[in-house]
């Protein structure tokens, strides 16, 4: 990736493509609306216009115009992968019993977790509504079991939370689940809808798989304070709510008597009073670097996959928005 750049990757790419953005928004909030329940509206719009990147639905435009599509179904099916991505955090919001999501309070601290769950729904369904608009089985089978996998990925990360005896195999399955799987069925449906030849279109579902996992592993990174201060992100959520992570998991592993007991207090027990500790053990046993390597290894499959694809400008800008998933760790 080029250095200095002022404006970020994903702003480049949103840049790129502002029309077809533009209308993904229109079709957004036209298809949030609802005349019998008010509260739908407010509740979407709480979270729809806290100032996400959208990148899900950048993936989408972006795969579509990349295989040469010209129609305007990419644009319902980026408000799909959107609505999809927004009811996962509502319901996750209060799953987690979270009381902030993007520097705001979440919906279920401002209305009720009855509200945040039912809205949830409501826009599950609307992007199955969406999706049949398309009149292909192809999109409607991808983005129905992306929803799938990722309710079976939270549930997954649920059983596994506070368990030390969590796998790297367990852990892979949920990053699969609960960030890449949505990453993947954004990219595949947008080589879809262009009817693109099945190399493209696998090459762009192992783009948006690797891509997810390298975001996801980069994230779990971030919460052990990876990348020191001023990252966005508040250090030690995953430890306090006892998330079973990659670096964590490793260190376990590697563990002594002592160092086992300590994690069985903080993530078994819930005794998660000791950040400062949990942080030196990691380093100790080399865990975050090693962390860090592996998502950048899964940054350069997804940047291999896309080398199946034609040369372009939106090409490139897709390898650009790889490089700056793991730029956050440098």
């Not at 040469?68 to 996962?88: C, M, N, R, S």
């Amino acid at each position: 990736m080029t250095e200095a750049i002022s404006i970020k990757p994903h702003e480049r790419l949103a840049a790129r493509l502002s029309n077809d953005m533009e209308q993904v928004g229109h079709l957004i909030r036209a298809r949030m609306a609802s005349e019998n329940a008010p509260r739908i509206p407010e509740v979407t719009a709480h979270l729809v216009d806290a100032g996400g990147k959208r990148v899900r639905p950048m993936l989408t435009l972006a795969a579509a115009r990349l295989c040469g599509y010209e129609g305007d179904d990419h644009i319902k099916l980026a408000a799909t992968v959107e609505f999809i991505h927004t009811a996962t955090l509502l319901h996750d919001d209060v799953v987690d019993e979270s009381a902030q999501r993007r520097g705001r309070p979440t919906a279920n601290l401002l209305w009720d977790n009855q509200s945040s769950v039912l809205v949830g729904d409501y826009l599950f369904a609307r992007s199955f509504q969406l999706m049949v608009e398309t009149g292909s089985l192809r999109v409607l089978d991808i983005l129905s079991g992306a929803a799938a996998t990722i309710a079976e990925g939270e549930v997954l990360q649920l059983s596994a939370a506070r368990n030390i005896a969590t796998t790297e195999e367990t852990y892979l399955k949920v990053v699969r689940g609960k960030t890449a799987a949505l990453f993947e069925a954004a990219c595949q449906v947008g080589g879809v809808v262009a009817r693109a030849p099945h190399d493209q279109t696998s090459a762009l579902a192992e783009f948006g798989d690797a891509l997810g996992i390298s975001f996801q592993i980069i994230d779990d990174w971030l919460d052990y304070g990876g990348a020191g201060e001023g990252i966005g992100k508040d250090i030690g959520d995953d430890f306090r709510e006892g998330k079973l992570t990659l670096p964590v998991i490793r260190a376990i592993a590697r563990g002594d008597v002592e160092e086992r007991a300590f994690w069985r207090e903080a993530l078994e027990r819930g005794r998660s009073d000791d950040l400062a500790r949990a942080r030196a053990i990691l380093e100790r046993h080399g865990t975050l670097k090693e962390t860090r390597r592996e998502a950048l290894a899964w940054r350069d499959r997804a940047k291999a996959a896309l080398t199946r694809l034609p040369a372009s400008e939106l090409r490139d800008m897709l390898g650009d928005l790889a490089d700056y998933v793991v730029a956050r760790a440098s």
